[in-house]
């Protein structure tokens, strides 16, 4: 189990270093949140978060399945 949580976060280290060339950028997707004042900006990756979301509880349903 150690090793294969090793392996994944491994390849989530890779997928967020060359996250610039994927098509898909992670906290830049339709629907999160940017509001833009004069001296500051509040950003919140409401999409992102529920993407995530949503992979993490089906590897983690798949993973209990077993």
Same mark, same amino acid.
């Given at each position: 189990m150690l090793i294969v949580l090793g392996l994944a *976060? +491994? +390849?989530l280290g890779v @997928?967020?270093?060359f996250g610039e060339r994927l098509p898909i950028r992670l906290g830049r997707l339709p629907g999160d949140i940017v509001i833009r004042g004069k001296h500051s900006v509040f950003y919140f990756? *409401? @999409?992102t978060c529920v993407l995530i979301s949503v992979i993490l509880s089906l590897v983690l349903w798949l993973m209990n399945r077993r």
């Open positions: *976060l +491994a +390849a @997928v967020i270093s990756p *409401l @999409v």
